[in-house]
């Protein structure tokens, strides 16, 4: 048997915030936790593993899966209540624990993270028996969620409920019933992959982004790292054990000295003034940097904070609330920072809190091409329809609600199964199942006599689920020369921006596909990150011919991929051209046509935007549209008033 040992947390190279950001919660739980941003091989995840082995112990009831807190009623559950208030926890019951770091899967059900009902026991027994949760594993622990972005939605709710009140609340089966459940909250995600929810956002004390290492010394010191600890991981740590107990030691009486720093009105006056001038929502933001400051001046041995503390604190706290709406490059600004704790009373400019989505400095990629704005008065974000409904889906987003068989689904009820091959026993609805058990003759007896109830086959039910699902937008755009005349590209963008907004709302992911010259290419992969493709959107330069088929060649691929990943988005190509200038195999419509019919015969889901502006219409997008059974709308009725009214006369609203 081989026992596994993390990489030491004082072994890391760099991101000094970062580690920073854990130790201050490793010290002080209130701070709320800390959200790592960053791209991939950064070390985010192997950094919150080896935080666990600096983790200082706590106290526990023996046997209680709540890691129940003998000295404190508020940090334990009922049943240990009643043995604290009677005096029968004596020094035998105690245990001393490391505190752990709980993984949360990103697909983890919603029955696994609150807690349900042991069924086998209730069916068997008799009894109602509770089976704890990761909720349960992780009071008075560490919580970590790896690619936080992607968590379900119904999931992410519930830690937000816990996360507010402390405590978990478990309704299942005409049960109900609730434990103690604090813990700090870690996520790690990689920005590319999508935005996180500002509700949840928000949840977060701290928040970091980290950077690759540019330094070459530092990267060589990596490799070394990274290749001795691989040879022999004992010998390693062997290494920095004297550098892990100084900085354990170090946390472990910055924690005892913590309720003994002071904050002065001063300095509390500064806190208050920079999440005015952030403009932070709430009271969450000056709270944390009051308690981060705290921290860190405990960390450094001192009883009362100083300017730099808050700086630092500031730093930390305020990057990820500065956020209001999507597409807005907000950085924090430590200028600013610096500006009001210096006290300094000359008023700076709204640079750094203004939104920069009409910002008109765009990059040239290409002296011989254009590179348009947006136009964003164009509103289109309302011509995708909700077409299909199916119950594999997977239920991350917010567009459609459906019936599902995933077991992530939101339980509402029984329903009786197909076959009586039951897959998973969580599955069974117990109330419906005991329910209808119970109107059986024999069984009303039984429970007069206080009997056990005969479950039959025939009794049972299993669980019914309603899921959301959400599309992979694929946005199909003709960068052509002839895209650049009367300003047609601006309103592509335009139409591009509007409906991007909306994904921002329903959790769509888009991917983005662009036809130009002799070649289509995909400059986004499928991503939730709607901030990423934006500033590509802006980025897309016009000129040359037009690959109509290599185009939608292209973003049939990118759907059908996504079909076979089976990941449950809805794949729905949204394709921007006037069909001018087509680079041709054959016979310029007759191979549009075909690629039409073969979209058609996929079941992809597709709309048409004409961009087509001639006093001799050539209409090839209409064909095409007729022949991928495709939604079709000319750009120009996108600009007219009447927008709404046109798409519900067409059934693609619902009446308004």
């Given at each position: 048997?081989?026992?596994?040992?993390?990489?030491?947390?004082?072994?890391?190279?760099?991101?000094?915030?970062?580690?920073?950001?854990?130790?201050?919660?490793?010290?002080?739980?209130?701070?709320?936790?800390?959200?790592?941003?960053?791209?991939?091989?950064?070390?985010?995840?192997?950094?919150?593993?080896?935080?666990?082995?600096?983790?200082p112990?706590?106290?526990?009831?023996?046997?209680?899966?709540?890691?129940?807190?003998?000295?404190?009623?508020?940090?334990s559950?009922?049943?240990?209540?009643?043995?604290?208030?009677?005096?029968?926890?004596?020094e035998?019951?105690?245990?001393?624990?490391?505190?752990?770091?709980?993984?949360?899967?990103?697909?983890?059900?919603?029955?696994?993270?609150?807690?349900?009902?042991?069924?086998?026991?209730a069916?068997?027994?008799?009894?109602?028996?509770?089976?704890?949760?990761?909720?349960?594993?992780?009071?008075?622990?560490?919580?970590?969620?790896?690619?936080?972005?992607?968590?379900?939605?119904?999931?992410?709710?519930?830690?937000?409920?816990?996360?507010?009140?402390?405590?978990?609340?478990?309704e299942?089966?005409?049960?109900?019933?609730?434990?103690?459940?604090?813990?700090?909250?870690?996520?790690?995600?990689?920005?590319?992959?999508?935005?996180?929810?500002?509700?949840?956002?928000?949840?977060?004390?701290?928040?970091?982004?980290?950077?690759?290492?540019?330094?070459v010394?530092?990267?060589?010191?990596?490799?070394?790292?990274?290749?001795?600890?691989?040879?022999?991981?004992?010998?390693?740590?062997?290494?920095?054990?004297?550098?892990?107990?100084?900085?354990?030691?170090?946390?472990?009486?910055a924690?005892?000295?913590?309720?003994?720093?002071?904050?002065?009105?001063?300095y509390?006056?500064?806190?208050?003034?920079?999440?005015i001038?952030?403009?932070?929502?709430g009271?969450?933001?000056?709270?944390?940097?009051?308690?981060?400051?705290?921290?860190?001046?405990?960390?450094?041995?001192?009883?009362?904070?100083?300017?730099?503390?808050?700086?630092?604190?500031?730093?930390?706290?305020?990057?990820h609330?500065?956020?209001?709406?999507?597409?807005?490059?907000?950085?924090?600004?430590?200028?600013?920072?610096e500006?009001?704790?210096?006290?300094?009373?000359?008023?700076?400019?709204?640079?750094?809190?203004?939104?920069?989505?009409?910002?008109?400095?765009?990059?040239?990629?290409?002296v011989?091409?254009?590179?348009?704005?947006?136009?964003?008065?164009?509103k289109?974000?309302?011509?995708?329809?909700?077409?299909?409904?199916?119950?594999?889906?997977?239920?991350?987003?917010q567009?459609?609600?459906?019936?599902?068989?995933?077991?992530?689904?939101?339980?509402?009820?029984?329903k009786?199964?197909?076959?009586?091959?039951?897959?998973?026993?969580?599955?069974?609805?117990?109330?419906?199942?005991?329910?209808?058990?119970?109107l059986?003759?024999?069984?009303?007896?039984?429970?007069?006599?206080?009997?056990?109830?005969?479950?039959?086959?025939?009794?049972?039910?299993?669980?019914?689920?309603?899921?959301?699902?959400?599309?992979?937008?694929?946005?199909?755009?003709?960068?052509?020369?002839?895209?650049?005349?009367?300003?047609?590209?601006?309103?592509v963008?335009?139409?591009?921006?509007s409906?991007?907004?909306?994904?921002?709302?329903?959790?769509?992911k888009?991917?983005?596909?662009?036809?130009?010259?002799?070649?289509?290419?995909?400059?986004?992969?499928?991503?939730?990150?709607?901030?990423?493709?934006?500033?590509?959107?802006?980025?897309?330069?016009?000129?040359g011919?037009?690959?109509?088929?290599a185009?939608?060649?292209?973003?049939?691929?990118?759907?059908?991929?996504?079909?076979?990943?089976?990941?449950?988005?809805?794949?729905?190509?949204?394709?921007?051209?006037?069909?001018?200038?087509?680079?041709?195999?054959k016979?310029?419509?007759?191979?549009?046509?075909?690629?039409?019919?073969?979209?058609?015969?996929?079941?992809?889901?597709?709309?048409?935007?004409?961009?087509e502006?001639?006093?001799?219409?050539?209409?090839?997008?209409?064909?095409?549209?007729?022949?991928?059974?495709?939604?079709?709308?000319?750009?120009d009725?996108?600009?007219?008033?009447?927008?709404?009214?046109?798409?519900?006369?067409?059934?693609?609203?619902d009446?308004?």
């Amino acid at each position: 048997m081989t026992h596994y040992r993390p990489y030491p947390f004082t072994a890391i190279i760099g991101q000094e915030l970062m580690k920073l950001a854990l130790i201050l919660n490793a010290i002080n739980q209130r701070i709320g936790g800390v959200l790592i941003k960053g791209t991939k091989g950064t070390a985010k995840t192997t950094a919150v593993r080896a935080l666990a082995d600096l983790l200082p112990e706590i106290e526990v009831i023996k046997d209680c899966p709540f890691n129940c807190n003998p000295k404190n009623l508020k940090e334990s559950c009922h049943s240990c209540q009643h043995e604290i208030i009677a005096g029968n926890i004596k020094e035998q019951d105690l245990l001393q624990k490391k505190m752990r770091v709980i993984n949360l899967p990103i697909n983890s059900t919603e029955d696994r993270v609150v807690g349900t009902i042991d069924i086998k026991k209730a069916l068997l027994k008799g009894i109602k028996a509770l089976e704890p949760g990761i909720l349960a594993e992780a009071n008075r622990n560490i919580l970590y969620i790896d690619e936080v972005n992607l968590l379900a939605d119904n999931v992410a709710d519930i830690l937000l409920d816990s996360a507010a009140m402390g405590i978990n609340i478990i309704e299942r089966e005409g049960i109900s019933f609730h434990h103690p459940s604090n813990f700090i909250l870690i996520g790690t995600m990689n920005p590319e992959e999508g935005n996180l929810r500002p509700q949840l956002l928000d949840r977060f004390g701290l928040s970091v982004d980290v950077d690759r290492i540019e330094d070459v010394a530092k990267r060589v010191l990596i490799v070394k790292y990274v290749e001795e600890f691989q040879k022999d991981s004992e010998k390693f740590c062997e290494a920095f054990q004297e550098k892990q107990d100084k900085l354990r030691n170090k946390i472990v009486n910055a924690r005892k000295m913590l309720n003994s720093v002071q904050i002065s009105d001063k300095y509390l006056e500064k806190i208050a003034q920079l999440c005015i001038a952030f403009k932070t929502d709430g009271h969450r933001a000056d709270i944390t940097i009051s308690r981060a400051a705290k921290t860190i001046a405990a960390l450094n041995g001192k009883i009362e904070v100083d300017g730099d503390d808050i700086r630092t604190a500031a730093k930390l706290s305020l990057s990820h609330r500065l956020r209001r709406l999507p597409f807005e490059d907000q950085k924090l600004d430590e200028n600013d920072i610096e500006e009001i704790l210096e006290e300094e009373k000359e008023e700076k400019a709204d640079n750094t809190i203004e939104n920069d989505i009409n910002d008109n400095d765009h990059q040239i990629l290409n002296v011989k091409e254009e590179v348009f704005k947006i136009n964003e008065k164009v509103k289109a974000d309302r011509i995708i329809q909700n077409k299909k409904i199916r119950k594999t889906m997977n239920i991350s987003g917010q567009r459609i609600v459906h019936p599902t068989n995933s077991t992530r689904g939101k339980y509402i009820g029984g329903k009786k199964p197909r076959n009586l091959n039951i897959p998973i026993s969580h599955d069974i609805a117990l109330n419906e199942t005991l329910n209808k058990a119970a109107l059986e003759p024999e069984n009303r007896e039984a429970i007069k006599n206080g009997k056990k109830l005969n479950i039959k086959e025939d009794h049972i039910y299993i669980k019914k689920r309603m899921g959301k699902s959400s599309y992979l937008i694929i946005f199909c755009v003709d960068a052509s020369g002839s895209m650049g005349v009367n300003d047609r590209m601006e309103t592509v963008k335009g139409i591009i921006f509007s409906i991007l907004q909306a994904n921002y709302i329903h959790r769509d992911k888009v991917s983005l596909i662009v036809f130009r010259k002799d070649k289509a290419e995909v400059i986004l992969p499928p991503t939730r990150s709607t901030d990423l493709a934006y500033k590509l959107l802006k980025e897309i330069p016009t000129g040359g011919t037009t690959p109509l088929v290599a185009g939608l060649m292209k973003a049939m691929d990118v759907a059908l991929e996504e079909i076979q990943k089976k990941t449950g988005y809805i794949p729905l190509i949204i394709l921007l051209t006037d069909a001018r200038g087509n680079v041709y195999y054959k016979d310029a419509i007759d191979d549009v046509i075909k690629m039409g019919e073969q979209i058609a015969k996929q079941k992809l889901d597709a709309i048409v935007i004409d961009v087509e502006n001639s006093d001799v219409k050539l209409e090839i997008c209409k064909k095409l549209a007729e022949s991928a059974d495709a939604a079709y709308y000319h750009i120009d009725s996108l600009n007219k008033d009447n927008l709404n009214e046109i798409l519900t006369i067409e059934g693609i609203l619902d009446k308004i």
